[in-house]
């Protein structure tokens, strides 16, 4: 009796720490997507299913891998901005995921300092806007009258530059999802225009005619419904490696700006900035002639077949 009364308490137990176990597995979390907004410690991030909220606390790693193998780099949370590309794993549900650890690679990383440095401006145009109200308060009655009608169309232009804000995020979501499918296959895209943009030893600024050249390439995109700019940056041989290597992503990324915050192509229709460092030189690296053409960036304008009509 007493061994049947044992057994049948081991097996109570035995059920409930098999239901624990499984309502502890069940609050696991894995997810990945693109950052729209972060408040403090709580992102809000847009998945395939969904909004998800994160939360980061002083205990969730956040990493990139580096190289080929498996190894990751921790780095500070205030990488975490709008537009970045990450995965996630913590524990709660999709309405609130406390997180253990965020992973993200630096391409994404990079890209979505380029769209941040694009929307930079206008914050401070608004901050700008709001300090000149606050300063013509102390004005005469007349003077606020007229100012007034300035704060009127400088809200104007704020809830204009949020609706661009909004569709500019839009954007990163959809740069994320469609880049690796747009070039995956590249026998499904004609090669329509190219042009290529060169810098001073050391430098990644754009002369003038640089923007022309990336001005006219990008009128030309804007005729065509399905259509990507790729761009990739280049270094001569000069200097070390890996200067050389940083060097590369900087002018690809100063075209890419110009193209989202100048030209006004979407962000969905830019490849991500490619840095390709010394590799693939257009010319020999033993003249001053064949590394001033190395020291450049190459843009490719890929039009759909299907837009195109199969041509």
Excluded at 151 to 164: L, N, P, T, V, W
Excluded at 184 to 211: I, P
Excluded at 276 to 304: C, F, I, Q, W
């Amino acid at each position: 009796m007493i061994r049947r009364k044992i057994g049948i308490s081991v097996s109570l137990l035995a059920v409930c720490l098999l239901s624990l176990g499984s309502a502890l597995a069940a609050d696991k979390i894995k997810g990945k997507g693109v950052i729209t907004l972060r408040s403090g410690n709580s992102l809000t991030v847009e998945t395939d299913d969904g909004t998800a909220t994160v939360i980061v606390t002083p205990d969730t790693k956040v990493q990139h891998p580096i190289g080929l193998g498996a190894r990751k780099k921790e780095v500070g949370q205030e990488v975490l901005i709008p537009g970045l590309k990450l995965k996630f794993e913590g524990t709660g549900d999709w309405a609130q995921v406390t997180a253990t650890t965020i992973t993200f690679d630096q391409d994404d990383l990079s890209l979505a300092k380029v769209i941040q440095a694009g929307l930079n401006p206008t914050a401070q145009r608004q901050a700008s806007n709001m300090a000149a109200y606050q300063a013509n308060k102390q004005a005469t009655d007349a003077e606020i009258a007229s100012n007034q009608a300035a704060i009127a169309a400088h809200q104007r232009e704020i809830d204009a530059s949020k609706q661009e804000i909004a569709a500019n995020q839009e954007g990163i979501q959809e740069v994320a999802q469609s880049t690796q499918k747009r070039f995956s296959d590249l026998a499904t895209w004609y090669v329509k225009g190219e042009a290529t943009v060169r810098f001073e030893v050391g430098d990644s600024s754009l002369s003038e005619e640089s923007k022309q050249e990336i001005a006219a390439l990008a009128k030309q995109a804007l005729n065509y419904l399905g259509f990507v700019i790729e761009v990739r940056g280049y270094a001569d041989s000069t200097g070390k490696l890996a200067d050389n290597q940083q060097l590369s992503k900087e002018r690809a990324q100063a075209v890419v700006a110009y193209l989202l915050q100048d030209c006004h192509v979407p962000t969905k229709n830019v490849a991500a900035p490619g840095a390709m460092g010394e590799s693939n030189p257009a010319a020999s690296n033993e003249t001053n002639y064949g590394r001033a053409e190395n020291r450049r960036v190459d843009l490719k304008l890929l039009v759909n077949r299907g837009v195109a009509g199969g041509e």
